[in-house]
């Protein structure tokens, strides 16, 4: 008999048997019992009464049905939300993370832990208050320290047996509503509910919206039963009927409990007194003993809670000792999380007693967790929003649920406290910014990239109906014709510098039938690109022709939204001139500008610091008129590079007589001007013919020419010869315009 005594209690330690053997939790145990020991807490033992004084019985219940708006819309977006994905551990963590990725997960889930873990300290002050109300004597001290080392060990024992007293514990404030409900009738000298209720108060004490403020954090307790989506044997089950019927019976009882209240006792009492339910009750002692119950509850779900947040966050190595912290004992339980729990809850209570300063870290943690609601019903809002056919949840809600939820969270954040919102949002901001330098995994449920491809396709749809603005909006969008990897590596400073930072690179790789070896790294180059902010992308054609297959490449762009603007190409001394002839003849039609780059092979691009722009005149009135000179490309592109080098922008002109000079002086100032070329920009006028004025000028790290039309490749081969340095030739597309 012994022996099976010690067994049933080593079960019971140990979490029991049965239906829970695996550690997993069922819908009562794991989501709703901790949510309603959260929310029936200290506010409404100690505040309900002063809130139904202060606002009248139906100010009282128009605050109770605001609340619950927000709640209610959160619920169902969470429940909508969780019939669509499987959520993994750590709750609302998990649920944003798969939707909008770790860093947003992150950002929110880190303050989220924190919260939970100092909010264990201060229900472990909330408890030890109550209990000094019984014992005045007492230490609140050895109260406090004794009361979190209890909290802790059943939290250290198992899950299991946290819920198995919060079972007690439930039935302890059960007890206590019914001390209530029994105070209703006149027995046992009892007077029952006498009083004319006030239906609209004097708001004497807190305005209407204070009162809100001040009830508001009753309703916060859906988290903790979320928070264990990870210890649930059906989390897409259990979170939404768990959460929903803890939300609609807590919400009758706050409502019954307010007529009550209006009704046992005058206006002026239940202001002034905040004991008001163990004073009314037929039997006091079980308030206090459901206010210690609930208090006590509301330590050990946080304490439950939390260590499994922060293990779901080391999981994805967010945290630092993310190795450490991601371990779990044999029964699924987070000892290493629930340490560092255990130490963030130690200290802030000890920090509190040493201080009592713990106020506004109180309504810190109310915005983390209002941060939290509303990034939830942001989640559920954008699936909705982007309408894509993975997200078909079994629970559907209205699309205004989810935005009635998010716009209700930033006001009541507002109505709390601005300074702590604003608190509150610059440290998820910088954790946020933090997590975007780590380079996190991509989950493969991230929405992000269809939110942005659902932007990008309602932007292109309202652009398609106004008339084109492409000279003012014109930026380099480069495609760059690949057949051997190397190119591209050769190519890959200079094209950086073209397109940075709001470019793209369109590396074009064409190889013949069967055999891509040439192109091995490519998409890795392109990558690279695209991790310094440039839009860069890898495309392999297979076509023996190059010619053709940039032909075929951009006559299939052309009608593509983003489209490319440039063709690239290099021109080497082994090229094969009349393939780059082709191709540069070809493009022509495709109002594509040119960009043909001939590189030193010693030199290269220098200290990529002076660009000599050469500009060419028509006609006699010296008006600035780009539109015959083919120049707009190349003031562009000259701006681009020396932006992006720090670099320095010379105008160049070689006219014939010395007559001419001031007036091509003055032409090229204008023309600065005009363009607003930087203020360091400098102007060159040599008389003499052009060929001898490449010799006159001062060298610079790249001579930008215009392209002839039709394009002489051997003349452009005798330049760079007279130069003697890298040149850069270019032919506008007419789509450019260095004076827009």
């Known amino acids: 008999m012994l022996e099976q005594m010690q067994a049933r209690l080593g079960n019971l330690l140990k979490g029991g048997e049965g239906h829970e053997h695996d550690g997993k939790f069922g819908t009562f145990p794991g989501v709703f019992t901790p949510t309603v020991l959260t929310i029936l807490g200290a506010i409404m033992y100690l505040r309900l009464g002063q809130v139904v004084g202060n606002t009248g019985l139906l100010g009282a219940i128009l605050i109770i049905l605001l ?126 509910l006498t009083e004319t209720a006030v239906l609209w108060g004097p708001f004497s004490t807190w305005s209407f919206w204070e009162a809100f403020a001040i009830f508001f954090p009753a309703v916060t307790g859906i988290m903790v039963g979320i928070s264990l989506s990870g210890s649930l044997k059906e989390p897409r089950r259990s979170i939404p009927q768990g959460t929903m019927s803890a939300i609609g019976l807590t919400m009758i009882i706050y409502l019954l409990l307010t007529y009550w209240l209006a009704h046992i006792a005058p206006a002026d009492e239940l202001r002034r007194e905040s004991t008001i339910m163990v004073d009314k009750a037929f039997w006091g002692w079980a308030i206090l003993a459901g206010m210690l119950g609930a208090t006590f509850s509301s330590a050990l779900g946080s304490l439950v809670a939390a260590p499994r947040v922060m293990q779901a ?65 942001l989640v559920v809002l954008i699936e909705q929003m982007l309408s894509t056919v993975s997200f078909r949840p079994t629970f559907r809600v209205p699309r205004i649920v989810p935005f009635i939820g998010l716009v209700g969270c930033v006001f009541v954040m507002v109505l709390i406290n601005p300074v702590f919102s604003l608190v509150a949002v610059v440290v998820v901001g910088l954790v946020y910014s933090y997590l975007l330098r780590r380079n996190l995994e991509f989950l493969p449920s991230d929405v992000r990239s269809g939110m942005f491809l659902s932007l990008a396709e309602w932007a292109a749809t309202r652009v398609s109906r106004l008339p084109p603005a492409v000279k003012r909006t014109w930026k380099p969008s480069v495609l760059a014709p690949i057949v051997q990897t190397q190119e591209l590596t050769g190519s890959y400073r200079f094209l950086r510098a073209l397109a940075a930072p709001q470019g793209a690179v369109h590396a074009l790789g064409i190889y013949p039938e069967g055999d891509d070896s040439a192109l091995k790294g490519l998409p890795a180059l392109t990558d690279a690109l695209a991790d310094e902010g440039i839009f860069a992308r890898t495309t392999l054609l297979e076509e023996a022709d190059v010619v053709n297959g940039v032909r075929s490449a951009t006559q299939i762009l052309r009608g593509t939204f983003f489209r490319p603007n440039l063709l690239f190409l290099n021109l080497r001394k082994e090229s094969n001139l009349d393939e780059l002839q082709e191709l540069v003849d070809k493009t022509a039609a495709y109002n594509m500008g040119i960009v043909l780059l001939a590189r030193h092979p010693v030199r290269a691009l220098g200290r990529q610091h002076l660009v000599n722009v050469w500009i060419s005149h028509r006609g006699d009135d010296w008006q600035v008129d780009l539109r015959w000179s083919n120049s707009d490309l190349a003031l562009l592109l000259a701006y681009q590079l020396t932006k992006n080098w720090s670099g320095k922008i010379n105008l160049c002109m070689a006219v014939a007589t010395e007559r001419e000079v001031p007036a091509a002086n003055d032409y090229l100032q204008s023309l600065v001007d005009l363009a607003r070329l930087p203020k360091n920009s400098g102007v060159t006028v040599v008389q003499a013919s052009f060929s001898e004025g490449l010799h006159l000028v001062p060298r610079a790290d790249l001579a930008i020419f215009g392209l002839p039309n039709p394009a002489r490749l051997t003349f452009c081969q005798g330049i760079v010869t007279a130069v003697d340095g890298s040149c850069l030739f270019v032919r506008d597309s007419g789509e450019e315009s260095a004076l827009a």
Not at 102 to 121: D, H, R, T, Y
Request: hydrophobic share 55%.
């Open 313 to 377: 966050l080391a999981l994805h190595s967010i945290l630092p000792f993310s190795e450490i912290l991601a371990r779990e004992t044999d029964r699924n339980e987070p000892r290493p999380a629930l340490y560092a729990t255990g130490v963030i809850g130690l200290v802030t209570l000890l920090i509190a007693l040493a201080s009592g300063g713990l106020n506004a870290v109180a309504s810190i943690i109310t915005m983390f967790f209002l941060i939290t609601y509303g990034m939830l019903n």
């Open 67 to 192: 609340a619950h708006v927000i709640t209610v819309s959160t619920g169902l977006a969470v429940s909508s939300v969780v019939t669509n994905t499987r959520v993994g551990a750590g709750g609302a963590f998990a649920i944003i993370s798969q939707s909008l990725g770790l860093e947003v997960g992150g950002s929110v889930g880190i303050p989220l832990f924190i919260a939970q873990g100092i909010s264990v300290a201060l229900y472990v002050l909330a408890f030890a208050e109550a209990w000094l109300r019984i014992f005045p004597s007492h230490s609140i001290f050895v109260v406090s320290v004794l009361t979190f080392a209890i909290v802790f060990g059943i939290a250290y024992v198992s899950a299991q047996f946290a819920a198995r007293i919060q079972y007690l514990i439930l039935g302890i404030v059960g007890f206590s509503l019914i001390s209530v409900l029994l105070a209703s009738f006149p027995i046992a000298g009892r007077a029952g």
